[in-house]
C-alpha cells in the first residue's frame, strides 16, 4: 500500500514521471507491432544490428556536440536498414554476415569516437547510458515527448493502413510479389519502420537491449495464439503490460528501467511457454 | 478456346548467362499443361517470366501476368506461421486492392466461395501449421483462385506430400481444370502428368526439348525415352 501510495504521489506531482510512462508505453506497443513480422520474416537480428548503427551514430552525433541527436542518428539508421535489406538480396556478403559486419563495425567505430574525443568527463558513463538506457527516460523533455508520440503515431497509422499487406509480404512473398503487390516496397516500409522504432526505443533501453522489446512479445504471443491478428493483438498487449511494469518497479525498487522491462518481458515469454506446454501435454 | 499465352522464341536467364532458350509454346483457356525438365533446366525462372517478375531477355511472351494465380513452393517461413486459414485465402485478393486498407464485402465473399469449392470451410479458423501437406495446399490453392479466376500456375504442388494426398491434390486440380480454369504446373512427376495433362513442354540443358499434347507425347522419341528412363533421373 505504502508502494502504491509512493507511485501515485510520483505520478500527480512529478510531469517527468508521467511523460516516461508515455513514451514507454509507446515505444513498446509500436515495437511489438512490428515484432511479429520480423521474428516471422527471420529478420530478429537487423533489429540487434540496426541498434549498434544507432549506437554508432549516437556517438558521432555526441562527438560533433549538436544538442538534437536525432538529426543524425534517424536518417543514418534508416539508411543502413535499406542497405542491410539490399545486401539480403545480394549473394556477395550473405544477409546475416552483413548484419554482423555492419552492427559490430558501427559498434567499434562509436566507442572508439567515444573515447577520442570525450564529450565528458565520465566516458564509460556515457557509453553505459547509451547502451543500456540508464535513466536517461526519465529526463525527457517536453520535446522529446512530443518527437516521440508523433512518431509513434505514424508507425500506428502505417501498420494499421498496411496491416493486410504486411500480413502477406511476410507469410508468403513470391506470392505477394506475383499477385501484384510491390513486395520489396513494403520491405523497405518495413525496414524504415523498425529502424524508426529502434533510434525512439534507444532512449527507453538503450541500444543493447532493443531487439528484446522487439522479439520477445511476439516470441510469447506466439506460444499461445494461432492467427495472425490474434498474435498481434496479443503481443501488444503483453508489450505494453510489461512496459508499463517494468517503468514502475524500477521507480519502486530504482532498477534500470530497460533491463526491468526486459525481464518482465523475459518472464512473460516463460509463463506463456510453460502454459504452453501444459495446454499441449494435456491435448496429446 | 482462346490463346491465354503465347511464347515466341523466348531467351530467359541473366544478362551474361541464359538459361533456357528458343521456347516456344501456345497456352489456350482450359488446357492443362506440364512443364517437365530436370533441376537448373530454367523451369523455375520460366514461372518467373510467365509471373512478370523477370523479363525475358529476347523474344516474346505475351500475357496477362495479373490474371495468373500462383502456388509457390513452400517456405521455411510458413511452416510455423500462426495464421488462420481464413487470414490465408482472403490475402489473395490483396494484389487487386490497391491502397484501400480492408476486405470489401466482396473479396470477403469471394474468399468464401473459394474455400467452399476446396472444401475447406469447416478448416477457416484453424491455425495454418496445424494442418496437413495437403490441406495447406488447398488453402494456398484457395488463395490463387482468388487472386486470379481463370488461370492457375502451380509450382511442383505435390512436393512433400504422401502418395494419397497427393492423388487427392492431382484430382482436385484436374476438377478444377474441368470447370474450365487454365492449369499450368511445373512438375517432376511424368506418370502424373501424362495422365492429368493437355500440354507438356519438355525443357532440358538451355533448350525446348518438346512441346505439344500430352498423346504427341508419348509417342515421341523424347518422351518414350524419358518414360523408359522412368523419369527418376529427374528427381
Known sequence: ?284 | MSVQITCKDAALGYENRIVAEHLNFTVSSGDYLCILGENGSGKSTLMKALLGLKPQVSGEIICAHQGIGYLPQQTVVQRDFPASVQEIVRSGCLGKSGLRPFYTKEEKALAAQMMQQLGITELAKRCYRDLSGGQQQRVLLARALCAAKNMLLLDEPVTGLDPRAQNELYEQIAALNRSGITIIMVSHDVAAALQYASHILQIGSKQQLFYGTADEYKNSRIGKAFLESGGAEIE
Open chain 1, 1 to 284: 500500500m505504502n508502494n502504491l501510495a509512493k507511485l501515485a504521489d510520483y505520478f500527480v506531482n512529478y510531469p517527468f514521471v508521467r511523460y516516461a510512462f508515455v513514451v514507454g508505453l509507446l515505444i513498446a506497443l509500436c515495437a511489438s507491432l512490428l515484432g511479429v513480422t520480423l521474428v516471422l520474416k527471420r529478420f530478429s537480428f537487423i533489429g540487434d544490428g540496426l541498434s549498434h548503427v544507432a549506437f554508432g551514430a549516437m556517438a558521432v552525433a555526441a562527438v560533433t556536440g549538436l544538442t538534437n541527436k536525432m538529426i543524425i542518428v534517424l536518417p543514418v539508421t534508416v539508411l543502413s536498414a535499406i542497405l542491410l535489406l539490399r545486401t539480403g538480396q545480394n549473394t556477395k556478403i550473405k544477409g546475416d554476415a552483413a548484419v554482423a559486419m555492419i552492427s559490430v563495425g558501427a559498434l567499434a567505430v562509436g566507442y572508439m569516437l567515444m573515447n577520442v574525443f570525450p564529450s565528458s568527463s565520465n566516458i564509460s558513463g556515457d557509453v553505459c547510458s547509451t547502451l543500456f538506457g540508464s535513466t536517461s527516460i526519465l529526463t525527457l523533455r517536453k520535446s522529446d515527448v512530443a518527437l516521440c508520440v508523433v512518431m509513434a503515431v505514424i508507425v500506428i497509422l502505417m501498420f494499421l493502413l498496411f496491416y493486410h499487406k504486411i500480413f502477406a509480404v511476410t507469410f508468403d512473398e513470391s506470392f505477394a510479389q506475383a499477385s501484384g503487390i510491390p513486395a520489396n516496397g513494403y520491405n523497405l516500409l518495413i525496414a524504415v519502420i523498425t529502424s524508426m522504432i529502434i533510434v525512439l526505443a534507444m532512449n527507453l533501453v538503450g541500444s543493447l537491449l532493443i531487439s528484446a522489446l522487439i522479439i520477445f512479445p511476439a516470441l510469447s504471443a506466439m506460444r499461445l495464439f494461432r492467427s495472425f491478428r490474434s498474435v498481434i493483438i496479443c503481443s501488444a498487449v503483453i508489450s505494453v503490460i510489461c512496459a508499463g511494469a517494468g517503468i514502475i518497479l524500477s521507480i519502486l525498487f530504482s532498477t534500470p528501467v530497460g533491463s526491468t522491462i526486459v525481464v518482465a518481458d523475459m518472464v512473460v515469454f516463460f509463463l506463456f511457454s510453460l502454459i504452453a506446454r501444459c495446454k499441449g501435454g494435456s491435448k496429446a
